[in-house]
């Protein structure tokens, strides 16, 4: 009987496990097949596969975790939070599954959702640092600092002290204006680090901001006395004397500072832009804030940013030329390709009508071949003014090779210019083939520029050329400037030349009335074109 007892227990336990291998190998089947057909992101199939999956073991953490990656990829945030949910509930200890569900959190911005999580990881993971800056992170979000504190002590205890994490503590002492607690944080970094003097200034400031004035200008001496050079302590000297009204002592520990060469450039030009903005502000007086910029300009200057604030402020000053101008050039002399200098100085020559001047700030930029066509075309034109002519053609067609990519805004203006004055010197030169195409280029860009059609008429007219086309020419001119006695003569000379006399002294006779009227001299080619227009015009 017990024989039998026995061989029937045994039937019952194989039959058993022969049901739960096969729902087992079903569920690997499909599991397998699930995860192929996210590989193929035939996402739908997988979700399909992976709910069959969760319908055989509704335990299952691997299912409700791919299920939850589905759910994102397929943009079903609120199913895919909700597959993960149930995943940490059956599964608390397990990190990443809650890891993942507060990132889900955080980017359907449910912050104190995230952070109760995160809240129960660092009781349940206490070893993990990450989760103590993730925590840090989401305190700082609702801006709880004594939270974020008490996680900083935390990883204090864990990684011990350091004056990365006591630095932060001060910070947020401060924030919640516990100025104790923030002074004794400072005092303690003072003790650990003796030899760093910083701390020391910043417990004079702490005095100095409690309105302790007396104990913070002692704390301030006592660090001066060992290194009166410290630039923390220059900087908070100068603030102290500053409150105080103390001008005297706030301008020496201000030149100190900017003096100073453990200071860098950009920290300068940081200071002297606030004082730069304070003095603008309030109307101040400039001579103390321009002798501070000059002791500063006599330490080696590499850079031009101080003498480009000097500069700006002068100008906006309304400082006069002449003493504006040696600090341009001196940021010429440091970098050559300064545009800011260049195109200043071109304006005050320009503005001066200083032909040599124009040269003299113009040929160096073209010789370092800047992409701005602004310094070929004045070149050419201070070339042009002392009747240089080959040199103005040369640098009014290097011009003329920028202008494509230059980001000019004036560009098309001084391309017309160019051609403009190009058609005017090969006329010059008895290139008038070279002029003509010079004025016909001129003209695709703007067809109506009354000077050009007017010289591009009377050039062709004096080679009787194409007189026609000059007729046309020197009509749309008169249209554009109906008052102008010089397109009136070329008009008249154009129909002299086609033998219209008649029409020739109408216009002629106009001529004469305008510059009488208006007190203009009578060219000598005026005068002879009148004199040769009346002598074949018929008598009336």
């Known amino acids: 009987m017990q024989v039998i007892i026995r061989i029937l227990s045994l039937l019952v336990f194989c039959c058993s496990f022969s049901v739960v ?13 699930a995860m192929r057909q996210k ?17 055989l073991d509704p335990e299952s953490g691997a299912v409700l975790y791919e299920l939850a990656e589905l759910y994102r990829y397929v943009k079903n945030d609120t199913l895919a939070i909700r597959a993960l949910e149930k995943a940490c509930r059956l599964y608390p200890n397990n990190y990443w599954y809650k890891n993942h569900l507060v990132t889900l959190y955080l980017d359907n911005r449910r912050n104190d959702e995230a952070l109760q999580c995160v809240e129960e990881m660092a009781r349940i993971f206490p070893e993990k640092g990450e989760v103590l800056m993730m925590l840090l992170e989401l305190y700082e979000k609702k801006n709880d600092y004594a939270k974020m504190v008490e996680v900083l002590d935390k990883i204090e205890v864990k990684e011990g002290k350091s004056e990365q994490l ?4 001060f910070r947020l002492f401060l924030q919640m204006n516990d100025e104790k607690r923030a002074f004794e944080e400072m005092r303690n970094l003072a003790d650990e680090y003796p030899n760093d003097l910083r701390y020391q200034v910043v417990i004079g400031d702490l005095y100095l901001d409690a309105g302790k004035k007396e104990e913070a200008l002692k704390q301030f001496k006592m660090v001066e006395a060992e290194d009166p050079e410290n630039v923390t302590l220059l900087l908070s000297m100068a603030n102290f004397y500053n409150q105080e009204g103390d001008t005297v002592h706030y301008q020496d520990y201000l030149t100190r500072l900017l003096t100073n060469k453990d200071v860098d450039d950009a920290t300068r030009v940081r200071m002297l832009g606030v004082l730069v903005r304070e003095n603008l502000t309030t109307n101040a007086d400039s001579t103390q804030l321009l002798s501070l910029f000059d002791k ?24 006069p030329v002449e003493a504006v101008k040696p600090y341009l050039a001196q940021m010429l002399d440091i970098d050559p390709e300064n545009d800011m200098a260049r195109q200043q100085l071109l304006a005050y020559a320009v503005e001066a009508n200083d032909t040599l001047g124009i040269i003299n700030v113009c040929k160096p930029a073209v010789d370092y071949h800047v992409a701005d066509p602004v310094f070929y075309y004045y070149l050419g034109v201070g070339y042009f003014q002392l009747d240089e002519k080959e040199k103005a053609a040369e640098a009014f067609r290097a011009g003329l090779g920028q202008v494509e990519n230059s980001d000019n805004e004036n560009k098309l203006q001084l391309c017309v210019n160019m051609y403009a004055l190009l058609g005017d010197i090969y006329h010059g030169l008895g290139q008038d083939d070279k002029a003509f195409q010079a ?46 006695a010089t397109y009136l003569d070329t008009y008249a000379w154009v129909l002299f030349q086609q033998k219209r006399y008649d029409e020739a002294k109408q216009y002629m006779d106009k001529v004469v009335e305008l510059m009488e009227r208006d007190g203009e001299e009578m060219s000598d080619d005026v005068q002879d074109h009148i004199k040769q227009i009346n002598k074949k015009a018929k008598k009336k």
Do not use: G
């Open 21 to 33: 291998s096969a729902q087992q190998a079903k569920f690997d089947y499909i599991f397998q097949e």
């Open 166 to 169: 006591s630095m932060e503590k």
């Open 439 to 484: 004025y016909d280029s001129c003209l695709v860009y703007k067809k109506n520029d009354a000077m050009v059609l007017n010289n591009y008429a009377y050039y062709l007219s004096l080679k009787k050329k194409d007189l026609q086309r000059a007729e046309e020419m020197s009509r749309l001119s008169n249209e554009l400037e109906p008052d102008n």
């Open 296 to 319: 500063v300009l006599q330490q080696p200057q590499e850079q031009t940013d101080i003498l480009e604030l000097k500069v700006r402020y002068m100008v906006t000053k309304k400082m």
């Open 39 to 55: 590989l193929a992101n035939k996402y739908d199939a997988a979700i399909d596969l992976f709910d069959y999956c969760h319908q």
